[in-house]
């Protein structure tokens, strides 16, 4: 069963990210990222790891989405669509696509799968409850300090939209 | 593990198979008869001069940059709000620290006028 609904969402990430390159108009491209984006957050959960599949839903898919389509609506329509195809680029693709792929097989040659460690409850592994365990215990610095990286992105996000000459 | 997740998958497979009977059966039940009026952008309303795609104003942009920083925010109250009676004062206080840094920010954005549109 999991292996089937990998499969099946391993095709429709593979779709939306084809998608993703070929479409001419910069939205379509977007909307099939977010195609991606959720076949993606169906592979955390195969993982089980839930806490991952909800930012990937929220976070990505959603928010991070609805930036990426203003930039697109903020370049205006003149922008929008490429006039002309990209021509020398093709081929230079492909040898960088080459190159990836003989670099993942020459890894995966090399690779050794660690056998779990004992100690560790596999049944709550990736689970809410062992991420936000870790999170608000271990790991208790990084995450208060989380709020002061967005406080900083708040302060950046107002100063670069403001006017010109605009000094509040 | 997986077979927990099977409501959610029939949630999924229901939505996107009303959607698509929806859709599908308004595209072949409903009569198709377009005339040039009535494909007009508005329907016996005045006739658009000017493109309907041009650029947007940059607030929206903001206002986008803005939603990304609080649904950060709020992923975090997720896992918290699962242990909250496991974590018990702690994590309560906890998410207080982190909420008023964020208070900070919201101050912050309201006082520069972030959250006017003018």
């Not at chain 1, 409850?129 to 608000?136: C, E």
């Not at chain 2, 041009?54 to 206002?63: A, C, G, H, M, Q």
């Amino acid at each position: 069963m999991a292996i089937v609904i990998f499969f099946i969402a391993a095709a429709m990430a593979v779709a939306g990210g084809i998608g993703v390159i070929s479409f001419r108009q910069p939205i379509r491209s977007v909307l099939s990222l977010v195609v991606v984006m959720i076949a993606l957050s169906v592979l955390f959960l195969l993982l089980s790891a839930q806490f991952i599949f909800v930012a990937q839903v929220i976070v990505y898919a959603g928010a991070v989405m609805v930036l990426f389509l203003f930039v697109i609506a903020l370049l205006g329509p003149a922008k929008e669509i490429a006039k002309s195809r990209l021509r020398f680029q093709a081929s230079l693709s492909a040898l960088f696509v080459l190159a990836l792929f003989g670099l993942l097989w020459a890894m995966l040659q090399g690779v050794t799968y660690r056998q779990p460690d004992k100690t560790v409850d596999m049944s709550i592994f990736g689970t809410v409850q062992s991420i936000g365990l870790g999170l608000f215990t271990k790991f208790l610095y990084p995450f208060e300090l989380t709020s002061l990286l967005l406080l900083v992105a708040a302060i950046g996000a107002i100063y670069l939209s403001r006017k010109e000459g605009d000094d509040r | 593990m997986l077979e927990s997740y099977v409501p959610l998958l029939i949630f999924v497979l229901i939505v996107l198979g009303l959607v698509g009977a929806l859709v599908t059966l308004s595209f072949v039940l409903g009569p198709s008869r377009p005339s040039k009026r009535k494909m007009a952008p508005y329907e016996s309303g005045i006739i658009p001069d000017t493109p309907a795609q041009r650029r947007i104003s940059v607030r929206f942009y903001l206002t986008a940059m803005l939603f990304i920083i609080f649904d950060v925010e709020a992923i975090f109250f997720y896992p918290w709000a699962v242990l909250l009676r496991q974590l018990k004062w702690f994590g309560l206080i906890e998410m207080l620290v982190f909420m008023g840094i964020l208070g900070i920010a919201l101050a912050h954005i309201w006082r520069k006028g972030g959250l006017d549109w003018e």
